[in-house]
């Protein structure tokens, strides 16, 4: 499974990408509006720090033409921006008319499996199911990622399914056990996939075991 970053913090994504552990970034605008700068600078940046790999930049618009018009736009920021737009009829219909021109879509906002069927067959090249939200609402977000990745495998969409709205490192896990083919992952939970308590006190046995040895190495 892939992973994106989550965010529009560069300097997280500059230390994510020198260790090769992300394939892409997805920002919104309240993420953008976070950092207090233009758009279009924070954008260039990220993608300069991603040399070629996706960044999702999401246009505001709600109307179709609108949409199309300022994701030609984000597009022209560099040839690694892929455009993000909300899963409605219009969104759709931005879709596949950027689609149409070889540009990559990523349709977000996604709660239910028919809403991914539709985006896979406007020509979108990731679905982002939001699994926290649904959640929050006491409904399974990770039965919605199981039951897309089964249609998708069905019919042999290109459509890659972008497991979003990650809250824990279980839900980490259970996309990839699923079978999602990217999750967009928070910076800090990103270093939190690292802890373990029986990490923490191996660590801590093996370096009072050395100290008595007296050795050293440097």
């Given at each position: ?5 989550d ?11 020198e260790m090769?552990?992300?394939d892409?970034?997805?920002?919104n605008?309240s993420?953008i ?6 758009i279009?600078?924070?954008v260039r ?17 709600t109307?179709?033409?609108?949409m199309e ?5 984000l ?5 690694n921006?892929?455009?993000?737009v909300p899963?409605?009829?219009d969104?759709?219909k931005?879709?596949r008319r950027l689609?149409?021109?070889g ?5 977000t ?28 609402i ?7 990622i ?6 998708y495998?069905?019919?042999e ?7 979003a709205?990650?809250r ?5 896990r ?10 967009t ?6 270093k939190?996939?690292?802890l373990h ?10 370096l ?5 040895s ?5």
């Amino acid at each position: 499974m892939k992973l994106f970053v989550d965010t529009a913090d560069t300097k997280a994504i500059a230390e994510l990408a020198e260790m090769g552990l992300i394939d892409g970034v997805t920002t919104n605008p309240s993420l953008i509006m976070k950092s207090g700068r233009d758009i279009f600078e924070v954008v260039r940046e990220i993608c300069d720090l991603m040399e070629g790999m996706p960044v999702s930049a999401e246009v505001v618009a709600t109307n179709a033409g609108e949409m199309e018009a300022e994701g030609l736009k984000l597009k022209e920021i560099a040839s690694n921006v892929v455009v993000k737009v909300p899963l409605t009829w219009d969104g759709l219909k931005a879709c596949r008319r950027l689609s149409g021109q070889g540009i990559e879509v990523n349709v977000t906002l996604c709660f239910s499996a028919n809403q991914a069927l539709l985006a896979a067959k406007s020509g979108a090249t990731y679905i982002s199911p939001f699994i926290g939200r649904l959640d929050d609402i006491n409904l399974d977000g990770m039965e919605l990622i199981e039951d897309i990745v089964e249609i998708y495998e069905n019919y042999e969409f290109d459509t890659q399914v972008l497991a979003a709205s990650i809250r824990t490192a279980n839900h980490v896990r259970d996309a990839a056990k699923i079978g999602a083919h990217v999750a967009t992952v928070p910076p800090d939970l990103i270093k939190k996939l690292t802890l373990h308590p029986l990490t923490d006190k191996g660590l801590a046995s093996f370096l009072a075991d050395w100290k008595k040895s007296g050795g050293e190495i440097l």
